[in-house]
């Protein structure tokens, strides 16, 4: 998961003037955790919807941020075999990737 | 856009339409949302993409008035009806009901489409009672264009010839055909030219249908009759399943295209082909409504969006998901990818109720899943991401591709899917 960016600052305004920009937007943390929950919920038709696995699938819901980046790295070079993760895991950029693994490991593990 | 009404439609269309209205009641579903609505999405048909989208905008819209329209008392699927039709899955296993989505607060109405007014943003159903929207999701799916096949209406509606492309009566009557066919009798399909729904699925079938008969009817055969030049996905895979699983038994011809339908005789434009039991896989446009609603744009058969948003090229506040859509580049028709038009279509409705900019980098992925024996299975995948410059989703570089090989292993992976995909899809 990246950082929260900063709230664009501007010299002249005010700090109520910039809490007021803040309400009238959704905030950066909000965007970046919407655009997660976008990204992992292109894995949810083989790992469940939010990572909650059903069968044979495996289950990515409460699996650490590092050990899911870990994962997709070894699938992308082949390190790690398999049938269809090494074409879909190279479909991603690193930083799309953390994004879905941090969206995954604060799943809780079950429903 | 102008309004669309009913009278629109072609006669057959409404056929048989409109019987459940005794028993509809809107007020359906209770589970309240938290909160004051943000809005009212009415979404019409339930198949992956429609569901999809009634289900994504609960999840994450929380406080969204979400109405589901659709026609049939249940969703049946049509990834795996290859199996039924093979007989190595029963109707039950590929059929679910609307019990999910109802549980997570979508009002659910089997009902049918009569009018809609887009000026008004209302949708009138047969039977007379009207949903107000603000934002209307239309996933229509596919219909068969008969007239490119002179016969082939008047031979599926006598029964005589089957298309089994829309799953449900159809996949069991073709499963009854070749039950009831004679030993050492001949079952020939016909491939319309692509663009169609699910590009391998026709090549499963025919996988599906040889698996019966090498252990039912070992002297049958499987004529598979393709309008196009080439298998159409996974074309090594599959020459390979039909030589190493089927030979002698399925025999391929490309560049066939159907003329003619009389009875089970089928005329092509080299050759007569008289066969036991016929199917015939219709070419195809976007679904009736959204030819009704003006939403076809592309080449008078698909309808363009904003790959953004979904939303119609030519009617704003109506979003199109789906096999109606006119495909992104390298974007086939498929359930799956129903599914991730609708999450785009779900997370830009939300972000546009709530008056936000919606998201310009979306992600969509496509698996597919093929059955070439009973239990052995494989796939191609793609990822497709959004290009700002081209407006359009275009596959990821180096991503995506096919099996080695059908494998057991990933016969397991494709039940997987359905599983996963179902629950997803319907709240399961």
Redesign the interface.
């Known amino acids: 998961m990246t950082l929260p960016r900063q709230p664009h600052q501007r010299g002249l305004l005010t700090a109520a003037a910039t809490l007021l920009l803040l309400l009238a937007q959704p905030s950066a943390h909000a965007q970046d955790a919407a655009l997660a929950r976008n990204l992992a919920a292109t894995c949810a038709n083989c790992h469940g919807t939010q990572g909650h696995a059903r069968g044979d699938m495996k289950v990515l819901a409460g699996l650490s941020a590092e050990r899911i980046v870990a994962a997709v790295s070894d699938y992308r070079n082949g390190t790690l075999p398999s049938t269809i993760m090494q074409q879909i895991a190279k479909g991603y950029t690193d930083e799309q990737v953390r994004m879905i693994a941090g969206y995954f490991a604060a799943q809780p593990p079950k429903q | 856009m102008g309004s669309y009404t009913a009278s629109s439609l072609k006669r057959r269309d409404l056929a048989g339409l409109g019987l459940a209205w005794g028993a509809l009641s809107l007020a359906g579903c209770a589970a309240a949302p938290s909160g004051p609505s943000i809005g009212r999405v009415v979404v019409v048909g339930g198949g992956y993409g429609g569901a999809s989208a009634a289900r994504?905008l609960r999840?994450?819209g929380g406080n969204v008035d979400v109405t589901l329209v659709e026609r049939n008392p249940d969703f049946v699927s049509c990834p795996m009806s290859n199996l039924v039709i093979g007989g190595h899955r029963q109707m039950a296993e590929i059929t679910m009901g609307y019990g999910g989505l109802k549980a997570v607060g979508v009002k659910v109405v089997q009902g049918e489409v009569a009018a809609v007014d887009a000026a008004g943003r209302k949708v009138r159903l047969l039977g007379g009672a009207e949903l107000s929207y603000d934002r209307l999701v239309v996933s229509p799916g596919i219909d068969f264009m008969f007239e490119q096949v002179v016969g082939l209406e008047a031979a599926v509606a006598s029964g005589a010839v089957t298309h089994a492309w829309k799953a449900g009566p159809q996949t069991l009557a073709l499963r009854r055909q070749l039950e009831a066919m004679p030993e050492g009798g001949v079952f020939a399909m016909s491939i319309p030219k692509a663009p169609y729904r699910c590009p391998p699925g026709p090549y499963e079938r025919a996988c599906m249908v040889a698996s019966y008969f090498k252990a039912s009817k070992p002297k049958a055969k499987v004529l598979v009759l393709d309008a196009n030049p080439e298998i159409q996905s996974k074309k090594a895979l599959f020459e390979r399943a039909f030589k190493q699983h089927y030979d002698g038994m399925v025999e391929y011809r490309t560049n066939a295209e159907l003329k003619e339908v009389s009875g089970r005789l089928a005329r092509f434009e080299f050759e007569d082909v008289r066969a036991d039991v016929l199917n015939v896989i219709p070419p195809q446009r976007a679904g009736e409504l959204a030819r009704g609603m003006g939403l076809v744009t592309v080449n008078n058969r698909w309808a363009g969006v904003n790959w953004l948003t979904m939303e119609s090229g030519a009617a704003p506040g109506v979003h199109v998901l789906g096999d109606a859509t006119f495909a992104a580049p390298l974007m086939p028709k498929s359930g799956?990818l129903a599914?991730?038009h609708a999450?785009?279509a779900a997370?830009a409705i939300i972000?546009l109720l709530?008056g936000?900019d919606v998201?310009s980098?979306?992600?969509?992925?496509n698996?597919c899943y093929s059955f070439v024996t009973a239990n052995e299975a494989m796939?191609v995948?793609?990822?497709?991401?959004y290009d700002p410059t081209e407006k359009t989703f275009k596959?990821?570089p180096?991503?995506?591709?096919v099996?080695?090989a059908a494998?057991q292993?990933?016969g397991?992976?494709a039940?997987?899917?359905a599983?996963?995909?179902w629950?997803?899809t319907l709240?399961l």
């Open positions: 994504y999840l994450w799956h599914n991730q999450k785009v997370a972000q709530r936000e998201n980098a979306p992600m969509m992925m698996t796939h995948s793609s990822v497709h991401r596959t990821v180096g991503s995506g591709g099996s080695v494998s292993l990933e397991r992976y039940l997987g899917w599983e996963n995909i629950a997803d709240a």
